[in-house]
T-cell receptor
């Protein structure tokens, strides 16, 4: 299957600082990337969908000014958590899809464990 | 609102037995359903996809059934091994090209040697 690389795998930051998470598709062109957040023992919660070259579509309740998403190329999308607070501590996961046949599986990154202290 | 329910409690089985996990949904008509495996601290890994017009799909020791009348999918792992221990997630997708999935909470499976 396709490979999606997410970096960093773990990050600890101070409250009020910003953190950038990168998601790269290594062997295919990702026209669409999804960003999820997962709290312990909870399901994946979709935060936003980004299409290359256009603005991301955020899910209801997700602050677009706090969670900045950039999908400037077909192989890279970034999520920046701005002015992070302890309640932003969570497991963030990206997934990528390519154009073409719909309804195919999602390829996920390894996830990023964010801890805000 | 759309709702997905998976076995709420962890499933413990003996090595070699068949594990059966359940995914039920309401207020939704998915075009397809997927099963993923998630290990602690890792992203989900795709296992199987089954479409609304398919009844059953198999892949090695895995089998998925899809009953759109009952609004239920069953996920079976035959000849289970301790390495199969993980959380298994079901996800539903609609027709169209947006690839947006609705996720269940997952079922934790422990296979005891």
């Amino acid at each position: 299957g396709a490979v999606v690389s997410q970096h960093p795998s773990r990050v600890i930051c101070k409250s009020g600082t910003s953190v950038k998470i990168e998601c790269r598709s290594l062997d295919f062109q990702a026209t669409t990337m999804f960003w999820y957040r997962q709290f312990p023992k909870q399901s994946l919660m979709l935060m936003a969908t980004s299409n290359e070259g256009s603005k991301a579509t955020y899910e209801q309740g997700v602050e677009k000014d706090k969670f900045l998403i950039n999908h400037a190329s077909l192989t890279l999308s970034t999520l920046t958590v701005t002015s992070a607070h302890p309640e932003d501590s969570s497991f963030y996961i990206c997934s990528a899809g390519s154009s073409g046949t719909a309804n195919t599986e999602a390829f996920f990154g390894q996830g990023t464990r964010l801890t805000v202290v | 609102s759309q709702k997905i329910e998976q076995n709420s409690e962890a499933l413990n089985i003996q090595e070699g037995k068949t594990a059966t996990l359940t995914c039920n949904y309401t207020n939704y008509s998915p075009a397809y359903l997927q099963w993923y495996r998630q290990d602690p601290g890792r992203g989900p890994v795709f296992l199987l996809l089954i479409r609304e017009n398919e009844k059953e799909k198999r892949k090695e020791r895995l089998k998925v059934t899809f009953d759109t009348t009952l609004k239920q999918s069953l996920f079976h792992i035959t000849a289970s091994q301790p390495a199969d221990s993980a959380t298994y997630l079901c996800a539903l997708g609609s027709a169209g090209n947006n690839r947006k999935l609705i996720w269940g909470l997952g079922t934790s499976l422990a296979v005891n040697p």
